[in-house]
């Protein structure tokens, strides 16, 4: 099996609420031949508060990021597994590389830690490089145990092809379809893949948020899926935490488990679901588990 | 030959020339150039009393080279040549200087202004010495035309040139002729019935002893140029005989084989063997071999059998015609954008999302309802019409991601249709829009009126289409409200963009046309040559040159009637002289000049073994000049004698 080598950028939340998506993707990607060399010294992207606040800021810590993944050397591409990380890492080297006042700022940052940016990293997210580099066709290869019967909403959030990517299509994102198929699952037709979850929305103006996760998660149980599957620790923690709260503020009686992508494909390819980290869900997975 | 005696006229052009450039500055200047006999500087040159200065000036002074310093000679070289002419002075020598386009407008400082005309002009002083004068050539023009595409432009243009008298071959891709204007239910403003305005005209262009139609055809190649076209026509296949069909209609009665319907946005069935629509022209049925079971598995053979005239024949092959031409109409019409390719109006996803086309059809009582405006459920109409609809402007275009430019038919058809679905069901209409472009005659009068009839306008383009609980909700940004919002509907339709029919490249190469940025066909000149191309004897006609209504586009076909009329009627058509000539003594026979040629004009003679240059088609452009290795070829009016002496004076003022 060939091995890839790229530089991997887990992002804050693989410390805190996305341990498990961490311990899903480290397990995945060895078994696909994929080398994650996680970036040392790595900081937060600058997301959505340092955005809002300091945006030239938040440009600032992004560069720091991909100046060490320049600096580690290589071809190898910068891969993320937050759609949050992933829009924000892209957009400091887009704004960096495209605009002029903008780079003479970061320069001026990045000299004052001794660390200059040439601007050349190409940020990627892991679903791209599952489904472009690897391949579905290599996954079906190596699952051992098919998710058939599974039925599997999948759901990329607002930010996997906005801004316009070469990857993603904005409306209708393909990629998480074409792997998830691969494991044996049904995948169904989801309208909702690409509306936002609420994201930071959730802590600002909760009413709001809530509606959001609302409308998702009621599309996924009319459809008849089993769970819904995220590319994104920030669509994942809205989509599970917050059920409760929906079903206290709609009436509803939402009960849907909102796993990782890693996490699926991990059960297809044979690994357990404790040490996919499936039983550390706010809504219990079981179902998905016990096939 | 006799003494050069140049005359110069500076021209002013009112204050575009005089404002930045010192003409009387550039006029002393002028005068004592070698070979200048006379240096004026007058208002407007191109005007009767600057004309004349110059007219004088020959005829008094014995002028024998003219140089005109004004503007660019795109306009007004022609013109020009024209005086010399009348003067009696062959109107090749003469040479134009631009100090307007190339120095006035776009030179900020004055001094420099006038620097760069003294240079222009002494160019064209040193130039127009090296000048010869040309013959212009005439070629006899074939009296017939060919109009392309049976829409109601094609129709229009075809009409006109027929009554004119003139031989008109008509080429249709689909089976019948009518366009997009047969599957439209009324018209905008008027609100008059489309197929009982358009089919009189289509069964008179059928009728019409000077039409002959070739409907199923298509152009597959076009050689010759402006006035001796000689062009190639693919008729395709039908299986059914036009010579005894009598269009009874048994055959696809009794075939078995149903396909959703082209005709009716696939909102119903047709057969394998299947007229387009009741009122097509001609009437002839045509199998549709993709579907046909006969064709498929060697089984079936219904329509064959009962038909009444023997006139299904499965052994028919394509056919080729070759037609000779003098005039050739290009009016291939549009397609409109499929929202298949942006899932976020929901048109593949929800059945009562309907595009705009498929709407006409609902209304049109020879529709697969009847007519009514029904909601469809698990792919059926049920009997339940809309309670509310909302109509989305904008589909498509004035968008980055699609199309960025306006269809301009859109917002009037929009308000068609608000118009009939409230008439037909009462239901609520909104119309979700950005602008209302209402610019026609009764056009801002017919929105006035549907804003009467209770239609709900909301400023603010349609983002989405989603459902919800099974009810369909429109989410919008309401601009004048300034407030986000998701109206519930039962229907929602898609007035999708105008975009350029498929296969245009294909055409534009076939008939070298050139294409816009946006995809349609490019006229000569935006204001003042919309229906001519950059290929003589080609016109343009309707919605391939971009988006146009039913009146446009009829002004247009008989527009373009009127260029293939002044054409032919003209009897000949003049050559220019600028052309390559080979010097055959020099020439080694190498043929690199063959396949650059982009008009094909260059044919090597395996006798003489040189090559030659056919005059009629080359259009002077020089790339067979410049790859000449043994320096061979040379083009009329463009002799390196005088660009060279051009160039050095231009660089040494």
Known sequence: MTTRSYWYYPGCSSHASARDYRQSVALISSALGLDLVELEDWSCCGTTAMTSVEPRLSVVLSARNLALAEEAGGEADLVVTCNSCFATLRRAQEQYTTRQEVRAEVDEALAAIGRRYRGTVRVRHLLDVLVNDVGPDAVRERVRRPLSGLRLAPYYGCLLGRPRNDFEDPEEPLSMDRLLEATGATVVKFDRKSKCCGGALITTHEEAALLLVKEILSEAVARGAQAVVTACPMCQFNLDAYQARVNAAFGTRLRIPVIYFSQAVGLSLGFGASELGLGQRFVPAEGVVNL | ?653
């Not at chain 2, 549009?334 to 942006?342: D, I």
Request: aromatic share 8%; with cysteine.
């Open chain 2, 1 to 653: 030959m006799s003494e050069v005696k140049i005359g110069v006229y500076v021209c002013h052009c009112g204050t575009n020339i005089a404002d930045k450039v010192d003409v009387a500055r550039v006029r002393e200047f002028a005068e004592k150039l070698p070979g200048v006999e006379v240096a004026r500087d007058y208002q407007y040159m191109c005007a009767d009393p600057g004309q004349e200065l110059i007219r004088r000036d020959i005829r008094e002074m014995g002028i024998n080279r003219v140089v005109v310093a004004s503007c660019s000679p795109r306009m007004h070289e022609p013109t020009f040549r024209q005086v010399l002419e009348s003067a009696g002075l062959n109107g090749y020598l003469f040479e134009m200087a631009n100090i307007r386009e190339h120095c006035s407008w776009v030179t900020e400082e004055s001094e420099l202004a006038t620097h760069k005309a003294k240079a222009l002009v002494a160019a064209a002083v040193r130039r127009v010495r090296f000048h010869e004068p040309l013959e212009d050539r005439y070629v006899e023009v074939n009296q017939s035309a060919l109009v392309v595409g049976g829409g109601i432009a094609g129709i229009e243009a075809a009409l006109k040139i027929a009554k004119a008298g003139k031989r008109v071959w008509l080429v249709e891709r689909e089976p019948s002729i009518g366009g997009k204007m047969a599957g439209l239910d009324k018209t905008f403003p008027t609100l008059d019935c489309s197929a009982c305005i358009l089919t009189p005209k289509m069964v008179e262009a059928a009728q019409h002893p000077n039409i002959t139609l070739l409907t199923y055809s298509e152009v597959e190649k076009v050689d010759g140029y402006v006035g001796n076209f000689q062009v190639t026509v693919r008729r395709k296949a039908r299986y059914v005989s036009e010579e005894d069909c009598t269009g009874c209609g048994t055959c696809y009665q009794k075939c078995p084989k149903k396909v959703p319907s082209e005709f009716d946005g696939g909102l119903s069935q047709r057969k394998a063997i299947y007229v387009p629509f009741p009122q097509a022209v001609p009437n002839v049925p045509v199998i549709d071999r993709q579907n046909c079971i006969r064709f498929q598995t060697g089984r079936c053979g219904a329509c064959e059998k009962f038909c009444p005239r023997d006139a299904v024949d499965f052994e028919q092959e394509d056919e080729f015609l070759t037609l000779e031409v003098g005039a050739i109409v290009v009016a291939t019409g549009y397609e409109t954008f499929e929202p298949e390719e942006a899932p976020q109006w929901g048109y593949d996803r929800y059945e009562n999302v309907l595009t705009a086309r498929q709407l006409e059809r609902l209304v049109n009582a020879s529709g697969p309802t009847g007519g009514k405006v029904l909601l469809r459920k698990d792919g059926e109409f049920s009997d339940e019409a809309p309670k509310s609809v909302a109509v989305l402007h904008c589909i498509g275009s004035r968008d980055e991601n699609y199309y960025p430019y306006c269809s301009r038919l859109c917002c009037m058809a929009s308000l068609k249709l608000a118009h009939l679905v409230k008439e037909k069901t009462g239901a609520q209409v909104y119309s979700f829009y950005i602008d209302i472009r209402s610019a026609g005659k009764g056009y801002e009068e017919f929105y006035t009126r549907v804003q009467a009839e209770g239609i709900q306008f909301i400023r603010g383009k349609g983002a989405e289409v989603l459902e919800r609980d099974g009810q369909l909700y429109v989410h919008a940004e309401d601009t004048l409200l300034g407030v986000y919002r998701e109206v519930p509907v039962d229907m929602v339709i898609l007035s999708t963009a105008v975009t350029p029919a498929p296969g245009a490249a294909r055409v534009a190469q076939i008939f070298g046309i050139q294409r816009s940025q946006d995809g349609f066909f490019l006229e000569a000149h935006p204001k003042l040559e919309p229906l001519k191309t950059a290929t003589e004897g080609i016109y343009i006609a309707g919605c391939c040159q971009g988006p146009k209504d039913i009146p446009d586009s009829v002004a247009q076909g008989a527009g373009a009637a009127a260029e293939v009329l002044s054409l032919l009627t003209a009897g000949r058509v003049q050559i220019s002289p600028v052309v390559a000539e080979i010097d055959d003594d020099v020439c080694s026979g190498c043929k690199v000049c063959v396949p650059l040629c982009p008009y094909s004009a260059i044919k090597y003679d395996e006798e003489r073994r040189v090559c030659s240059v056919n005059e009629a088609l080359c259009k002077g452009c020089g790339t067979c000049v410049a790859s000449c290795p043994s320096g061979a070829l040379s083009c009329r009016h463009f002799t390196d004698e005088q660009i060279l002496a051009q160039i050095e004076e231009v660089c040494s003022v």
